[in-house]
């Protein structure tokens, strides 16, 4: 499968823990996008990279969420000290150099903190 | 800044009918892309069409059609000949500069057989 991958696909915590998702991009694809999104909702921007560049990232982010592309190919997106309305799926998307290209979309990873 | 906006929680429509999902937007910027995504039960964003703001032709993808009215700042989805399997949420989605993307709160589309 040459898609968007995530893992692990759920996560279920308790309040407080941290928590780590990788996702792995379209292997040609250099840029990369994290979002958020709750029931009924659509998704909500985290935060973008351009190769390894961490280029964008959205004011509703808090400074316990952080994300890293180290290589320009995987990234991973980190919540500490988790708490309950984080609960969510966090969906991550890559997409061709080109400014206005469409991404791809992998399955997400859906968060339930207890 | 930049709004999309869907007005349509939930549509019906019958099995081979046609059916057209609204999406209206607002940016000031002159050079942007419009996107619409299809979100079955199982939660994997599917990327169906895309139209680019200087394009004159609306875009095309098999059942998929996307009716751009630049002026009114529309860019409504149309599916002809609908099918069971196209039941699922429908987001559209816009961006001007390939940094942020901005999607509406979709619209729940349900085939009836």
């Known amino acids: 499968d040459t898609g968007v991958s995530q893992d692990p696909r759920h996560k279920i915590t308790k309040r407080g823990q941290n928590v780590t998702f990788r996702c792995d991009p379209i292997s040609e694809h250099n840029r990369l996008y994290w979002y958020r999104q709750t029931l009924g909702q659509g998704p909500e921007f985290l935060t973008y990279?351009?190769?390894?560049?961490?280029?964008?990232k959205s004011r509703l982010l808090s400074d316990r969420f952080s994300a890293e592309r180290p290589k320009g190919s995987f990234s991973t997106l980190e919540i500490q000290r988790t708490e309950q309305g984080d609960s969510a799926m966090y969906l991550c998307?890559?997409?061709?150099?080109?400014?206005?290209?469409?991404?791809?979309f992998g399955p997400g990873t859906r968060l339930t903190v207890t | 800044a930049q709004k999309i906006t869907q007005t349509q929680p939930g549509m019906f429509v019958q099995e081979k009918e046609a059916v057209t999902l609204d999406c209206t937007y607002d940016t000031s910027d002159q050079s942007y892309g419009l996107f619409w995504y299809k979100q079955p039960s199982s939660g994997e964003m599917i990327f169906l069409i895309y139209?680019?703001?200087?394009?004159?032709q609306n875009a095309t993808e098999g059942r998929y059609s996307l009716n751009f009215q630049k002026a009114r700042k529309s860019a409504n989805l149309v599916i002809s000949a609908s099918q069971l399997g196209d039941s699922a949420m429908y987001f559209c989605a816009m961006t001007s500069t390939g940094n942020q993307f901005y999607f509406g709160t979709g619209t729940s589309l349900t085939v009836i057989p």
């Open positions: 139209q680019g703001s200087y394009d004159e």
């Open positions: 998307a890559s997409s061709l150099g080109l400014a206005l290209h469409e991404q791809y």
């Open positions: 990279f351009q190769n390894e560049a961490q280029l964008e």
